[in-house]
């Protein structure tokens, strides 16, 4: 079982849809979570950090983190086409930060 | 602020060959993450530093890898020799403070082709 997890999608929305993006992950350990968007040929881009549990907004973007049920969430509103992207979760320790395998996303205009 | 930068951006090279993959990581930044990414095993960590130390090399491939890091503003990650079954891109980040668990930021990565 991988550490975290990740549905690969792809996931095709219209504008201005509401998006959920999910991850799960086993380590109970892990205390740092994180959401990076990675454009086509690009490096991955921080979106969202969260250190624990609960909420984070910014912007159209919400990060949730369940340490109860080891489940991490991106919610992005409005989405635009620009939002085309794949997503990737991550969740780790001070030793090491995880990756999921990323969501392909496609906002359709 | 010029963010993480890496060169070559596309290397392609017959197997056997050395290759050597560079990184500047952003000035203040302490810490530096080797990364690969394929299609089939996603974003992997290979080595990181911290204060141009290595702190956990544990998932370099083999041997034929090797990483280093002489001064605060410059990496390299060698690979020698290579197979086709290093292709992949290769990602530098970098982060403030010590541990994995600080925001890491990104270069645009390396496209490496072994034929």
């Known amino acids: 079982q991988k550490e975290v997890e990740q549905d690969p999608g792809p996931l095709s929305v219209p504008e201005g849809a509401i998006v959920s993006l999910n991850c799960t992950y086993s380590n109970s350990a892990f205390q740092y979570f994180m959401w990076y968007r990675q454009y086509s040929r690009k490096g991955p881009e921080l979106l969202m950090y969260?250190?624990?549990?609960g909420n984070k907004e910014d912007g159209r973007f919400t990060a949730q983190v369940d340490k109860s049920s080891k489940y991490i969430s991106l919610f992005i509103r409005d989405s635009q086409p620009s939002d085309s992207a794949t997503y990737l979760c991550?969740?780790?320790?001070?030793?090491?930060?995880?990756f999921g395998s990323g969501t392909q996303l496609t906002v359709l205009p | 602020d010029a963010g993480v930068i890496q060169s070559p951006r596309h290397e392609v090279t017959e197997m056997g060959q050395e290759v050597t993959l560079r990184c500047k990581p952003i000035s203040g930044h302490n810490s530096l993450f080797w990364y690969r990414q394929t299609m089939m095993r996603g974003l992997e960590l290979l080595i990181y530093?911290?204060?141009?130390?290595?702190?956990?090399d544990s998932g370099m491939p083999e041997d034929r890898f090797s990483a280093k890091m002489p001064n605060a503003s410059f990496s390299t990650l060698k690979i020698q020799p290579s197979e086709p079954r290093d292709s992949a891109v290769y990602f530098c980040?970098?982060?403030?403070?010590?541990?994995?668990?600080?925001?890491?930021?990104f270069g645009d990565g390396t496209r490496l082709s072994i034929l």
């Open positions: 530093f911290n204060n141009n130390v290595p702190i956990d």
């Open positions: 991550a969740s780790g320790s001070a030793r090491q930060l995880t």
């Open positions: 980040a970098s982060s403030r403070g010590q541990g994995a668990g600080q925001p890491q930021h």
């Open positions: 969260t250190y624990s549990s």
